[in-house]
């Protein structure tokens, strides 16, 4: 419960927070790079330039209306919150790529092009709940072996990765979520905690009510967040459903869900041995992958389904580039409306003054495929609700 109550008041831990600290003892930790991304496992990237005289003018606004004789001269401002949207650019290797620039992005909201405000690229540590599913048994199977060492050493692998301005708090889940640690930048903190996950009490895996809870709880922190979310997918007998879920992370800003499926080689293993209810079993598992992909898709996250213990720590590499190299965009939306509806976000780059796709090469002069990761939408919502 100390926990909990700790979690619930923790301050937001942003990358600007820990950037500021490191200028304040630069003895500490040598500064980040400069803007451009990381250059050790990117390599040069040709990107066009910007060129701001070819941008298209700007319409001249129209003729202020001629005062009404015998009305009272009177004017209202409303102002309008800004929209803060986070990008990722990648290869289809998972490269990070960097130096683009504000003029090469396009932002939409509902099919409507809206007008970038501000433009960064951000850098720095993060603020992230490492969500693992902790439970003795799965739904209708008798060994749950393989996916508790899954969730365990990809926790491990997620923890080896981190870097001193990165925070973390780490959250089991069986049938109810439970706070291990509180945000902490400690890993040997974590690794004790990890190191407890060893003897499973529970067979529930109520994914909906822990995905719920924890994102009910960060959306009080201000800043970024990520959720690292370590499961099978499957969810037994959870309160919340999957459609209120779905409807919470729509209205949950500026957390980013990454999702680690488990069991991949025991799922592998038993599809390969058909008996009653082999069928059953398997549409279990896929209804589970997708529902994890979801997720990952709706905040502007990615999903991954190792097989192999070897693939975890390059994972968890792209998931470490991704939350510490984002282009963050800023716009003050066309809609006004804080009317409570969900307004859909697109995040494209194109070449400056057109809505054509920007054509990247490397360093061969061969065109780099790319893929623009980013929320979905957002809930357009007043301060307080």
Do not use: C
Request: glycine share 6%; aromatic share 10%.
């Amino acid at each position: 419960m100390a926990a909990q109550a700790l979690l619930a008041q923790t301050p937001a831990v942003t990358a600007q927070d820990s950037t500021s600290q490191q200028n304040a003892n630069p003895g500490q930790q040598p500064p980040p790079p400069e803007a451009g991304g990381p250059q050790s496992d990117t390599g040069p990237y040709a990107l066009p330039k910007a060129n701001p005289d070819n941008q298209p003018a700007r319409p001249a606004p129209p003729p202020s209306p001629k005062p009404t004789e015998g009305m009272p001269s009177y004017s209202i401002n409303v102002e309008v919150p800004l929209v803060s949207v986070d990008a990722l650019v990648l290869t289809k290797d998972g490269q990070f790529i960097p130096g683009l620039q504000k003029e090469q992005f396009r932002v939409l909201e509902d099919n409507v092009s809206q007008p970038i405000q501000s433009f960064g690229l951000t850098k720095g540590g993060f603020t992230a709940v490492l969500l693992v599913e902790f439970a003795s048994t799965p739904p209708f199977q008798v060994s749950r072996r393989q996916f508790l060492y899954d969730a365990l050493r990809a926790s491990y692998a997620f923890t080896d990765q981190m870097q001193k301005n990165d925070f973390v708090s780490v959250v089991s889940y069986d049938l109810r979520p439970s706070i291990l640690v509180d945000f902490s930048s400690d890993k040997e903190a974590i690794y004790h905690a990890l190191n407890n996950l060893r003897m499973p009490g529970l067979s529930e895996t109520d994914l909906y009510d822990a995905l719920y809870d924890t994102l009910d709880r960060l959306d009080r922190i201000d800043g970024r967040k990520e959720i690292i979310l370590i499961s099978s997918g499957i969810d037994t007998f959870s309160r919340i459903t999957y459609d209120k879920v779905l409807k919470k992370i729509k209205a949950t800003p500026n957390v980013t869900i990454y999702t680690i499926s488990t069991g991949f080689l025991w799922r592998e293993y038993m599809d390969a041995r058909p008996g009653m209810g082999a069928a059953i079993r398997h549409m279990d598992y896929l209804q589970a992958d997708n529902q994890m992909s979801t997720f990952a898709k709706m905040t502007g996250g990615r999903w991954f389904s190792p097989r192999f213990q070897g693939e975890l720590p390059e994972d968890f590499r792209e998931i470490g580039a991704a939350v510490r190299n984002q282009y963050t965009l800023t716009y003050r939306p066309t809609n006004a409306k804080l009317d409570g509806t969900y307004r859909k976000l697109k995040v494209q780059v194109v070449q400056p003054g057109t809505d054509k796709p920007l054509v990247v090469k490397d360093q061969n002069g061969k065109e780099v495929k790319y893929q623009v990761l980013a929320r979905e939408g957002y809930t357009a919502r007043h301060e307080v609700d």
